[in-house]
């Protein structure tokens, strides 16, 4: 079958050519705009794939261009030593830590919103947005002037992983490593000097970076700093718009929330799996794999081989909505088992690369689609939704409401 995911029809919605590929082709290559890549798209070969990290390494990136691998973007032991030291920062208990602050920064962000004389506003510009900026910005450390900034840094990193202007992304990239080396040097400093460093991710990991045995380098940091920022930040911004957007794109779905706010959490796993902020990423294979399947009878036979050294898009989003998982699962539905939803969906990826934010993600959308059901209960769409650019990522890159 034809299968592009650049083309706007796909871009636009792309979970009908997902049902087509995990029915017609459930390993499909393409190549393409300087790419070439296969994709997995049926729940069992993406799960087994992100399983098998010795066949299905991260040490030519999470995108579809190969990269050098270091820090979180490796495989293990090297791996491993990186994830521990930033896991700390994102436990459950260090999340909750921080949910007053959340939730007194979303009270905050509503109550601008809702101030609106005009009586609407783009709720990606309003909440969405800014709220998982600043709390990742107050963690790393950054002043809130440089939020903008920060949003700007953080936008060309996901672009790079895609396609756009090369030498745009390497200028804001030189920006955002000049930034953090300046603050690893204060903080190191201080350090030195015996003087109390901030208390900030940033502190943390130069702090953990001197007291190991093994040398951190400052590029390692520097990639540590730059995944905590992009994750921390364009994932949630999707994840908020996506569920505000579902719940609000059939009325009765948002009135069933308010009528009962228990089903806030509910509809952010539900939204996990019916929209995931990250459509897939990439893995590299290491040796030859057959991927198996029941095409044309009961018999489990190699459907295709990945030769070694493939780029492979493990397809989350559309193992989501496989119907060998789930029932109904083109429909978003807020009468799902909690507890399953958590189990199954694979919008967080899966096992030792799994994302360390989504408790803080989490934290977020539950206490931000918790205000906006007690505050603005007549929330409605305003007008049509745009979707953001790069083409493996899913959010309403603007999204109209009234109230």
């Known amino acids: 079958m034809t299968y592009d995911p650049f083309a706007p029809d796909t871009l636009a919605d792309p979970f009908p050519a997902y049902g087509r590929l995990r029915e017609e082709c459930p390993v499909h290559r393409y190549e393409s705009r300087g790419m070439e890549f296969s994709t997995l798209s049926r729940h069992r070969d993406v799960l087994a794939a992100l399983k098998d990290v010795a066949t299905f390494s991260s040490r030519q990136g999470q995108g579809p261009f190969r990269s050098e691998p270091i820090a979180l973007f490796d495989d293990p032991p090297s791996h491993t030593f990186f994830r521990r030291l930033v896991t700390t920062s994102f436990t459950p208990r260090a999340i909750q830590r921080r949910e007053q602050m959340i939730e007194s920064l979303v009270d905050e962000l509503v109550s601008a919103m809702l101030d609106e004389p005009s009586g609407t506003a783009d709720l990606h510009d309003a909440l969405a947005m800014p709220l998982p900026t600043i709390v990742i910005a107050r963690m790393l450390g950054v002043p809130e002037e440089l939020r903008a900034t920060f949003k700007r840094w953080s936008d060309a990193q996901v672009a790079g992983m895609g396609a756009g202007d090369v030498e745009e992304q390497r200028r804001t990239r030189r920006e955002m490593q000049a930034y953090f080396i300046d ?83 509910v509809a952010v796993e539900e939204s996990l799996r019916h929209d995931p902020p990250v459509l897939g990423l990439f893995r590299a294979t290491t040796c030859p794999v057959d991927i198996g399947g029941d095409i044309g009878g009961d018999v489990d036979v190699a459907i295709d081989r990945l030769e070694p050294d493939r780029k492979v898009m493990l397809l989350w989003a559309s193992a989501n909505r496989d119907p060998e998982v789930w029932d109904d699962p083109d429909e978003f539905r807020l009468d799902r088992d909690l507890t399953t939803l958590r189990a199954r969906h694979l919008s967080f990826g899966f096992g030792i690369h799994a994302c360390p934010g989504a408790p803080l993600s989490r934290l977020e959308a539950r206490l931000a689609l918790a205000a906006l059901v007690r505050r603005a209960p007549g929330l409605r769409l305003a007008g049509p939704t745009t979707r953001i650019e790069p083409f493996f990522l899913w959010g309403r890159r603007s999204l109209p409401v009234g109230w």
């Open 183 to 265: 603050e690893i040097a204060r903080r190191r400093a201080l350090a030195s000097d015996g003087a109390e460093m901030p208390d900030d991710l940033v502190s943390g990991l130069v702090a953990a970076a001197m007291q190991e045995e093994r040398p951190i380098s400052e590029a390692e940091l520097l990639s540590l700093l730059t995944q905590l920022l992009v994750g921390g930040n364009e994932t949630t911004t999707s994840l908020l718009t996506n569920v505000v957007w579902r719940l609000l794109e059939r009325p009765e779905r948002w009135q069933a929330v308010v009528d009962d706010p228990a089903l806030v959490e």
